[in-house]
């Protein structure tokens, strides 16, 4: 158990749980409570990361745990607390209070649903729309109040059967104690954001397209020969839902080439047509929203803010790492699914930890106020999600398929 301590990767889950937790602290709680709270807080989150982390490095998993009730039952908790949690979040816009993240979804769902542009929705607070149009079509199953609390947990048990069928009940159910021992992980979903949604997307994008890949071939023309029916419709079903997904915010279609080189380590052919098609696909996509309005394309406000954020120095600085990790990524990625979802995990992380860095700073470190810490919540789950792949790879000896 104390060799643990010395698993860099405890530190890692451990920091990926606690700094986004840090704003909903000090947020609801206040001083002295919070300087309790807080200490009591980290030890509880690094003692489970402690349980957890020993259980899988003993690659012996208790029955129990590696069984449908755990799972049944978080999902239902998660459900349920959403379920009575979200509406009364949600009617703290009378008061003009509360996220306006979840009418940014609901409100140009609806607008879509009618035949209208979803961009020509008007938000209570006023600000521009940040969601593009490919995570606006994907939720549209959600695009009303009564149900939009099911968003997340409807996306949570997607990624957890992904996890199951790859793994165990055992791994999807650590991935669920991750997730729950955040407390913002709980905020950002019962205000309604989609944060969370758009992390686990990028992640269910990644298995799709891990799982669709099957022929090595150099050749262009062995490599569509070598293609199966199945597979073919797989990989094209991929390539529309990793359109979709990297519309979710203006600055996600720099994941494509991230993507394109998961496939490209694979098959250097299926990679550049991976890239082209839904290069077309994403941009066509932003583009088709972008000339029916007359209005100002709003989706663009969300790289003008991020720059208002940074600033100068901390764009430069944050630019220097960006180019460090993606050499890192370009040399390093194997056609592997842990590699893959690492990878992934850096890529989003570099950019948005500096603007969350930033908002912070524009903020005069008031924690309370971090809404930028929000941002963070989209790629932490992706580091959990490598962390369980790489050790169901050690527990099982052979790889993911």
């Known amino acids: 158990m104390l060799s643990t301590f010395k698993n860099p990767w405890l530190w890692i889950l451990s920091i990926c749980t606690l700094v986004p937790s840090l704003r909903p602290i000090f947020k609801y709680l206040h001083s002295p409570i919070v300087f309790i709270a807080l200490p009591v807080y980290c030890g509880a989150v690094i003692s489970v990361n402690v349980a957890l982390i020993h259980v899988l490095a003993k690659k012996k998993i208790p029955g129990f745990f590696n069984s449908k009730i755990p799972f049944v039952f978080l999902l239902t908790v998660i459900s349920l607390v959403n379920f009575f949690a979200y509406p009364i979040a949600d009617n703290l816009k009378k008061d003009m209070r509360g996220s306006d993240q979840d009418d940014a979804i ?179 996509l932003h583009y088709l929203f972008y000339m029916q309005g007359a209005l100002a394309y709003s989706p663009f406000h969300v790289i003008s803010k991020g720059s208002h954020l940074m600033g100068p120095l901390l764009t430069v600085f944050g630019l220097i790492c960006m180019a460090v990790i993606g050499i890192w990524i370009l040399l390093k990625t194997k056609p592997t699914l842990p590699s893959w979802m690492l990878s992934l995990s850096l890529g989003c992380a570099a950019p948005l930890s500096f603007v969350a860095l930033g908002d912070l700073v524009t903020r005069h470190w008031n924690l309370a106020k971090w809404e930028g810490a929000n941002y963070l919540i989209i790629f932490i789950p992706l580091f959990y999600l490598y962390y369980l792949l790489n050790a169901a790879v050690c527990c099982n000896g052979k790889a993911l398929k």
Request: with cysteine; glycine share 8%.
């Open 106 to 284: 609901v409100e140009t769902g609806q607008m879509l649903l009618s035949g209208h542009n979803p961009y020509h929705a008007k938000l209570y607070t006023g600000n521009p729309i940040s969601p593009g149009p490919g995570i606006i079509i994907l939720s549209l199953p959600f695009a009303n109040y009564a149900r939009y609390f099911l968003l997340t947990p409807c996306v949570l048990l997607i990624i957890g059967v992904c996890i199951v069928r790859l793994t165990s009940f055992a791994f999807a159910n650590i991935f669920f104690a991750f997730m729950t021992s955040s407390f913002a992980f709980w905020e950002i979903m019962i205000v309604g954001s989609d944060m969370i949604a758009i992390g686990l997307l990028f992640a269910i994008a990644t298995l799709w397209l891990f799982s669709s890949q099957g022929t090595t071939e150099s050749s262009a023309l062995r490599a569509l020969h070598s293609v199966k029916p199945f597979q073919a419709l797989s990989l094209i079903g991929a390539i529309v839902f990793i359109a979709l997904v990297a519309t979710s915010r203006i600055i996600f279609v720099g994941l494509l080439p991230l993507w394109a080189l998961f496939v490209f380590k694979i098959n250097k052919c299926f990679g550049l047509i991976f890239f082209s098609i839904s290069a077309v696909l994403t941009l066509g």
